[in-house]
Every structure is written in C-alpha cells, then in structure tokens.
C-alpha cells in the first residue's frame, strides 16, 4: 500500500510530470488494499493542505462548508442525516464555523424554531480555496488518463459506491 501512495505524491522518472509511467501492478493486489491506499493519500493531502492554509480548517469543517455552499440554506438537522454523524459533533462544527465567521445562522420565518445556516462572505472565501485544492488534487489523481480512462474510472467508482450501498 505504502508503494500505491508514493506513486501518488512522488514525482515519477527524474520528477518528468509528462512520463508514462505506470504503477506497477501485482495480481494478488485486492481493490480493497487500493482503494484504502488512495483514500488515506488524498486525506493526508487534503490536511496537509488544510493545515498549511493562512485560514486553516478541520476535515469536519471543510465538509461542513461543503455541504452549506451546495446546499445553502440547510438545517444542521439536514447535514446530521446527510453525513450520519454524530449531532453533537455536528453542532460543535457548526458552532465553530459561525463564531469563525464562516457560516451564519438565521430563523426560519415559517418555524422559529428552526435555523438556516448558510455561507458568510468569509466562509464562501474559504471554500472556494478548499474546491481549488481538491480540483488540483482530482487532476493529479487522473494524470495521465486519456478521456475515456477517466470516465471509465469514474464509471466503476460508481459502480463500487452502488455495490458498497446495495450490500444485503
């Protein structure tokens, strides 16, 4: 697994970007033991990327700001049933993120009792450089692929995620 990760973050041939070369391939190499390598790379990546930022946030807050920019205008109660993680450690972020100035939080006119929470001008700063990040990340993850490849990779990711959903 360490070899699927280095070939991820190491230069290739000298550090020659445009080279062709392949990661080499054993046959007894199960797709669970590369899938958990590519996962673990591009966490480590992204909280990397997080840290080193002049505004750095948490894994949790960057998916936090993800899901408000996509879904502006959500109830905390809504990303708890999206993410399937605990509610208090989705309040604790979402605390975080308002008194950091990146979410806001405003009452529903039809229910008091419910807030809407959405992106400050701030938080919408930090997304953006987070999306750049993971689009930089996403190209180097298929560098090299010729088209279809990428689409033939994207296609069977999904089809996994399909299988992974549909277990009996």
Same mark, same amino acid.
């Given at each position: 697994?360490?070899?699927?990760? +280095?070939?991820?973050?190491? !230069?290739? +041939? /000298? /550090? +020659? ?6 990661? !080499? ?15 673990? /790379?591009?966490?480590?990546? &992204? ?8 505004? !750095?946030?948490?894994?949790?807050? &960057? ?21 399937? #993680? ?29 807030? #809407? ?45 399909? +299988? ?5």
């Amino acid at each position: 697994m360490v070899d699927v990760v +280095n070939y991820l973050w190491l !230069p290739h +041939n /000298g /550090g +020659n970007d445009d080279s062709d070369a392949t990661m !080499p391939t054993h046959p007894d190499q199960e797709v669970l033991d590369l899938l958990n390598a590519v996962i673990h /790379g591009v966490k480590a990546h &992204m909280q990397q990327v997080l840290r080193e930022d002049s505004d !750095p946030i948490t894994p949790m807050e &960057m998916r936090a700001l993800n899901w408000f920019a996509r879904h502006p205008g959500s109830t905390q109660g809504e990303l708890v049933q999206h993410s399937g #993680r605990d509610k208090a450690q989705i309040a604790r972020t979402i605390q975080q993120l308002i008194e950091r100035d990146m979410l806001a939080r405003t009452e529903d006119a039809a229910d008091r009792r419910c807030h #809407r929470l959405s992106l400050t001008e701030r938080g919408s700063l930090v997304h953006k450089k987070v999306q750049k990040h993971r689009k930089q990340l996403d190209a180097r993850l298929v560098q090299g692929f010729a088209p279809d490849e990428r689409a033939q990779a994207v296609a069977l990711l999904q089809r996994m995620q399909h +299988n992974l959903t549909h277990l009996a």
